[in-house]
């Protein structure tokens, strides 16, 4: 009876190792090495000015206000209709 409960514990504990033994993670640092490449991102640095309009809430309602608001023209499908 003793023998047959270590046999059985035994193969329990060998089961748990083959199950649980890491692996040498090699295969995971090549694919992470190739990915590397695939998830590079170039950047591109853009010129921004800060508007000298005053923080808040402002309502345009002509043409000539986006331009002092903004400082450019507003794009060509903006309607002030």
């Known amino acids: 009876m003793f023998h047959r409960f270590l ?3 035994g193969s329990l504990f060998a ?3 083959g199950a649980c033994a890491p ?3 090699l295969e995971d ?3 992470a090495a190739d990915s590397e490449n695939d ?3 170039s950047f591109v ?3 921004s000015v800060k508007s000298p309009a005053p923080p808040g809430l402002t309502i345009l309602r002509k043409k000539s206000e986006y ?3 903004f400082g450019t023209q507003p794009p060509a499908d903006l ?3």
Do not use: C, K
Request: aromatic content about 4%.
């Open 67 to 69: 331009v002092a608001h």
């Open 39 to 41: 998830l590079s991102l």
């Open 7 to 9: 046999v059985t514990i």
């Open 79 to 81: 309607n002030f209709n």
């Open 45 to 47: 640095e853009l010129n």
């Open 23 to 25: 692996d040498s993670g």
């Open 29 to 31: 640092l090549e694919q």
């Open 15 to 17: 089961l748990g190792l």
